[in-house]
């Protein structure tokens, strides 16, 4: 069985294909990284212009290297929200127009169960399973008992991690996206420089809260305007370092609440996840990883190619909820919000 996978909720235009035996024939992408650097963030007028531009391409190419044809497609599954509308829009259309031409099944796929699914193409990880999903738009834990079926633990209260890393390079002046930037200056600064606040730090439950902490790295940054004009390496290194440490502490309070209901709950589960751009921290997933380690848990991280947004966790989410016979009907409409636990 293949599936052909589309992706276009943000700022990648990406098109794939993938087997039942979890076998990624194509997985091919566009990024649009070069149109919207000028802008510090991703403009969505711009966006959904490149989705149109470069999709028909896109999806020529991964056949190409896939070496196969539309015809020997078993199903077309897209990303049909939560996203940037125009994107989603692109994406659901071109999809819909290749299973109508084709007589294929179409599955809607949430972009957010393509994230919590890709565990179990990458690493074969068995339901129930324990998830984190950080991304720049969204922060949650979760518990995944099968497909479409999640139990939300906590979610952000505000702004997400990945938001929140973009936003403290925008104001260092590190450019655009801002994730890798800061991860990438935190090695050489100091994490015990800057003291920032930890929101809900040993508070029950499993909520987040990254505003106050985003607050706080805006208010040292201008009340140090000199050294940031005079480009001052060693500033942005430990603000960088100091952080992505409390980043880190709140991470890892939550998750330990995190783990100790999902024990309750599935006392056989062993599991955690790790999924969405944020994923791609190597910092952040050594101290979740010892941190699982240290409470009996498997601690698992996709690929850094799979964690970012990618075809392959939308063709793999689809054949998945195809082998269930959850297919859709050509009339489905595109969504800019679609909770994960309402899939």
């Not at 007028?45 to 470069?54: N, Q, Y």
């Not at 996840?273 to 996709?302: D, E, H, Q, W």
């Not at 799979?306 to 939308?314: E, G, K, P, S, V």
């Not at 959850?326 to 919000?337: K, Q, T, W």
Request: a negative charge; charged letters at 20%; proline letters at 4%.
């Amino acid at each position: 069985m293949k599936v052909l996978g589309i992706e276009t909720s943000c700022d990648e235009t990406a098109v794939a294909i993938v087997t039942e035996d979890k076998q990624i024939l194509s997985t091919v992408l566009h990024s649009q990284v070069k149109e919207h650097m000028p802008y510090g963030g991703v403009v969505p007028e711009l966006a959904s212009r490149a989705h149109l531009l470069f999709i028909e391409g896109l999806v020529e190419k991964a056949l190409d290297e896939a070496k196969t044809s539309l015809s020997d497609i078993d199903a077309v599954a897209v990303t049909a929200g939560p996203g940037l509308i125009g994107g989603v829009i692109v994406g659901t259309m071109v999809g819909k127009g290749i299973a109508a031409a084709t007589n294929k099944p179409f599955i809607a796929v949430n972009h957010l169960e393509g994230h919590a699914l890709t565990a179990r193409l990458t690493n074969d990880v068995e339901f129930p399973f324990l998830l984190l999903l950080v991304s720049g738009g969204h922060c949650q834990i979760l518990i995944v008992e099968g497909v479409g079926k999640y139990q939300l633990l906590g979610g952000t209260l505000d702004d997400a991690l990945g938001e929140a890393f973009d936003k403290t390079a925008k104001l260092l002046g590190l450019g655009y996206p801002g994730g890798p930037i800061v991860e990438k200056m935190a090695v050489t600064g100091d994490a015990n420089k800057y003291d920032f606040p930890r929101p809900l730090l040993d508070r029950p439950g499993c909520d987040f809260s990254f505003s106050g902490l985003k607050t706080a790295v805006f208010r040292e940054v201008t009340s140090q305007h000199s050294a940031l004009s005079t480009q001052h390496s060693e500033f942005k290194n430990d603000i960088c370092a100091s952080f992505q440490r409390v980043a880190g502490d709140i991470l890892e309070d939550r998750i330990k609440n995190a783990i100790e209901i999902f024990k309750n709950a599935h006392p056989t589960g062993e599991t955690m996840v790790v999924a969405g751009g944020v994923a791609a921290n190597k910092y952040l997933n050594n101290r979740l990883n010892t941190l699982c380690n240290s409470l009996k848990m498997k601690f698992i991280a996709p690929p850094v190619k799979l964690c970012t947004d990618n075809a392959a966790m939308i063709a793999w989410a689809g054949l998945e909820r195809f082998r269930l016979g959850l297919i859709d009907d050509l009339n489905f409409e595109p969504r800019a919000r679609w909770p994960l636990i309402n899939s």
